[in-house]
C-alpha cells in the first residue's frame, strides 16, 4: 500500500465515529451500528456496549466480528470512490476495574462526552476487537487486502 492511501486509511479511522459492527446471529450475518474508539496504533479497537443488546448477546456466542468503518458521504456522485475499510477480528470482553479501563473510559468519553450516563448503567460493558486482517478500499481502482500490522503501519501517518 502507498504512503497517500496508508494516511487516508489513518484519517479515515480517525474521524468516523460509527461503525457498522458485523456478528454471527442464528447462523447468519447481522449488521449493528456502533460508536468505536481506536488505540492510537490501531491495534485494538473498543465499542461500549449493552449485554442487552442483540450484537453482545452474539459476540458472547462467538467471537469472530467485522468493523466497517466508512468516510462521511459528501454527496459525491459516485459513493463508491468513498474509502472504507472492513477489519475482520476477534471480540472480548473487559470487565470494569480491569487494567486499562479507566484510561479506556477517558478516551470513550473524551470522544462521546454524552454517554457519560451510559457508565452508570450496570448492563454496559466495553469490548476490545484485536484486528486478524481485512479489506481497505482506498477510492476507484485503489483496494488492499490488510493484515493488523498494515494497519498499525497506517497509524504512523
Given at each position: 500500500m502507498d504512503?497517500?492511501?496508508e494516511k487516508v486509511l489513518a484519517q479515515v479511522i480517525r474521524n468516523t465515529r460509527i461503525a457498522s459492527l458485523?456478528?454471527?446471529h442464528d447462523e447468519s450475518p447481522q449488521v449493528s451500528m456502533v460508536a468505536f474508539i481506536y488505540a492510537e496504533d490501531f491495534s485494538a479497537f473498543?465499542?461500549?456496549v449493552s449485554r442487552l443488546a442483540q450484537h453482545t448477546v452474539d459476540m458472547q456466542k462467538d467471537n469472530r466480528v467485522s468493523l466497517m468503518i466508512c468516510e462521511t458521504d459528501d454527496t459525491r456522485?459516485?459513493?463508491q470512490t468513498l474509502a472504507r475499510v472492513s477489519i475482520r477480528g476477534k471480540a472480548e470482553i473487559?470487565?470494569?476495574g480491569e487494567p486499562g479501563f479507566t484510561p479506556l473510559k477517558?478516551?470513550?468519553l473524551a470522544r462521546f462526552p454524552e454517554s457519560e450516563q451510559l457508565f452508570k448503567m450496570s448492563d454496559f460493558s466495553f469490548w476490545r476487537i484485536t484486528p486478524r486482517g481485512g479489506r481497505y478500499v482506498a477510492g476507484f481502482a485503489k483496494a488492499f487486502n490488510i493484515t493488523a500490522d498494515a494497519l498499525q503501519k497506517a497509524s504512523l501517518r
Open positions: 504512503a497517500q492511501s458485523g456478528t454471527m473498543h465499542i461500549f456522485i459516485d459513493p473487559l470487565q470494569t477517558e478516551h470513550y
